[in-house]
C-alpha cells in the first residue's frame, strides 16, 4: 500500500509525514533531557559543596568538576561529535547531488567517528570504575553517569539506524529510480535531524556537567 | 528544507557546513580555555551557557535547516520551549527561601493597603 506524502508535503502542514514526526519526537527528546537537567539544576542548587567529597583513597573535598572527570577526553569526544554532524550533513548532500559513492564514505565516517565517541567514552567511564565510582557513590557522579549515559544510548542508536542506511537500507536507492532515490535521501535527512539533535545535547552536555 | 534545490544550491550548501565546522571547533576551544581561568561559578556558568547557546543554534540553525524550515516546525519547537521553561521554573521556583516570599508578600500587601 502507498503511505500518503512519505516524500511529498502535505498540504497542510507543508512538510512531509516523516519530516513532521521526526521533529515531534525530537521535541519530546528536548523534554526528556531537559528534565535530567533541571533535576541536575535542583540537586546542584540544594548542594553544600559540588562536585563534593571523593574517595582518592582518603576522603578529598572536590570543588571543581574537573577535578574529577577528565576534560582533554572530554573535549576530543566534542570534536568528534562535531565532525560526525559534518560528515552526516555531508553524506545528505552527497545524495542530493547524486554522488552514492561520496554518500557511502561520509556515511560510513559518520559511523566511525560515533563509534571512535564510544571507545573514548568507554575509557573516560573506566577511569571512574577504576576508583570506584558509581552513579550510587554520590549525587555529582549520579548526575554524570545518568545525563553521559543516556547520551550515550542515543549515541549507538544513532549508530543502529545509521549502520542500516550505510548498509541493507540502500537497497532502496540502488532501485535506482527518481521516486526510490527521493525517499532514500529523505530518510537521511531524518536520521540526520536525530543525529545533529544527539550533538546538540552534548553541547550543553559538555561544559555544564564537566568544565563548571 | 526546500525539496527542489538545485545543484548550486547544494555546494552553496556544502560551503556552510565547512564554515559552521570551523567555527563549532573554535567555540569548543574557546569554552575549554575560558573554563582554565577559574572564574567565578556565576561568570563561569554564563559565558559557558552563552558559548553552548551559540554552538547549539549554528547546529539547529545550519545541520538542521532550521532557518528555512517550515513554520509547523518551528511552533512543535517553541511549544518544546514553552515547557521547557516552565519546567526549569518548578524545580527552581521549588528552592526559593519560603520565608523570603512571605516577606515579601507581606511588604507589596502592606504597601498595597497603605
Request: glycine share 6%; hydrophobic share 55%.
Amino acid at each position: 500500500m502507498q503511505i500518503p506524502y512519505e516524500v511529498q508535503a502535505r498540504p497542510d502542514t507543508g512538510v512531509n509525514n516523516a519530516k513532521l514526526g521526526i521533529w515531534l519526537f525530537l521535541a519530546s527528546e528536548v523534554m526528556l533531557f531537559g528534565g535530567l537537567f533541571a533535576a541536575y539544576v535542583f540537586l546542584r542548587i540544594g548542594a553544600d559543596a559540588w562536585p563534593g567529597m571523593m574517595m582518592y583513597g582518603t576522603e578529598v573535598m572536590a570543588e571543581r568538576a574537573d577535578e574529577i572527570l577528565n576534560v582533554p577526553l572530554a573535549t576530543l569526544n566534542t570534536m568528534i561529535l562535531i565532525a560526525s554532524s559534518v560528515t552526516m550533513v555531508m553524506a545528505w548532500a552527497s545524495l542530493k547531488m547524486d554522488r552514492f559513492d561520496r554518500y557511502k564514505l561520509y556515511m560510513g565516517l559518520t559511523i566511525l567517528l560515533a563509534l571512535g565517541f564510544l571507545v573514548v567514552k568507554s575509557f573516560e567511564y573506566g577511569e571512574k570504575f577504576d576508583h570506584h565510582w558509581y552513579a550510587s557513590t554520590n549525587n555529582f557522579l549520579g548526575v554524570y553517569f545518568v545525563l553521559t549515559g543516556l547520551h550515550a544510548i542515543h549515541v549507538t542508536g544513532g549508530i543502529l539506524v545509521n549502520a542500516y542506511f550505510w548498509g541493507p537500507g540502500t537497497k532502496l536507492w540502488k532501485r535506482g529510480t527518481a521516486r526510490d532515490k527521493a525517499h532514500f535521501t529523505n530518510r537521511i535527512e531524518v536520521a540526520g535531524l536525530y543525529w545533529h539533535f544527539v550533538d546538540l545535547v552534548w553541547i550543553f552536555l559538555f561544559p555544564t556537567i564537566y568544565l563548571i | 528544507m526546500a525539496e527542489e534545490m538545485t545543484l548550486e544550491d547544494v555546494k552553496r550548501h556544502v560551503r556552510v557546513y565547512i564554515t559552521v565546522f570551523i567555527a563549532l571547533a573554535v567555540l569548543t576551544v574557546v569554552t575549554v580555555g575560558v573554563s582554565y581561568l577559574h572564574m567565578p561559578f556565576t561568570p563561569a556558568l554564563l559565558v559557558a551557557l552563552a558559548i553552548a547557546t551559540v554552538k547549539a543554534a549554528l547546529v539547529a540553525l545550519y545541520f538542521m535547516h532550521l532557518i528555512s524550515e517550515k513554520q509547523v516546525i518551528l511552533w512543535v519547537l517553541l511549544s518544546a520551549a514553552v515547557f521547557l521553561v516552565g519546567m526549569f521554573a518548578l524545580f527552581i521556583g521549588a528552592h526559593a527561601d519560603q520565608e523570603d516570599i512571605a516577606t515579601l508578600a507581606k511588604l507589596i500587601l502592606s504597601s498595597h493597603v497603605a
